[in-house]
């Protein structure tokens, strides 16, 4: 079966076309609230929605200053390594694409919780908690889309290094019979005594005769 069509694949394309998806609506959303600063249903998106990138963009901001360093330096060319290492059939490309796609999601939530703790803690007081918003919860889900590539991509691993494993341990198998079979132990076709003792008996025989 072609590596693009297995089940396996399809699962490590799930982590890096989600994250690409979503980095591109947070990016979207962010370039048309520039364009639109008036207009609330983009401060909705933005705030709501794609607030936890505005956390990642931030942290990296300090060390690239790329305009949509997210979707052109991170998202796109994951989905572009993910996307060559199915087609081409190369499966140590897909596996990077796939991981790759989880450290940025967990990256994404580690800068996240940096940007916004001091402020949920002061928002929580002495004795309450904050819930998590509706950004928050898209980037468990991402995540939790992410992980399953991982795990995909590491069972594919395993399926593979058992597959090339099972015709090692088939020709060896086949070469020990084959060497006990020349080694000139043989059996008799009607019973299970060894043919040499009727052999030596034989060949005594004709000597004393």
Not at 39 to 65: A, K, R
Not at 69 to 98: E, N
Request: hydrophobic fraction near 50%; charged fraction near 10%; proline fraction near 5%.
């Amino acid at each position: 079966m072609p590596l693009f069509m297995t089940g396996l694949v399809r699962l490590q394309l799930v982590g890096p076309v989600s994250l690409c998806l979503v980095v591109l609506a947070a990016e979207g959303s962010a370039c048309a609230l520039a364009s639109a600063p008036a207009s609330p249903t983009l401060w909705y998106l933005n705030l709501t929605w794609f607030g936890v990138f505005q956390s990642s963009h931030y942290l990296l901001n300090e060390y690239v200053d790329v305009p949509y360093f997210q979707l052109l330096g991170v998202a796109l060319p994951l989905l572009a390594a993910a996307l060559a290492g199915a087609v081409l059939r190369v499966r140590l490309l897909l596996g990077i694409a796939s991981n790759l796609s989880l450290l940025y999601a967990a990256f994404v939530l580690a800068a996240w919780h940096l940007v916004n703790a001091p402020r949920h803690a002061f928002a929580a007081g002495p004795h309450g908690g904050t819930a998590v918003g509706t950004d928050g919860w898209l980037l468990v889900l991402l995540a939790g889309l992410c992980l399953m590539s991982s795990v995909a991509s590491h069972a594919a691993y395993l399926r593979a290094s058992r597959a090339e494993a099972m015709p090692g341990r088939h020709r060896a198998t086949s070469s020990g019979s084959r060497m006990s079979r020349r080694s000139g132990i043989g059996f008799t076709d009607k019973g299970h005594a060894p043919t040499h003792g009727s052999d030596s008996a034989s060949l005594w025989g004709r000597l004393g005769e």
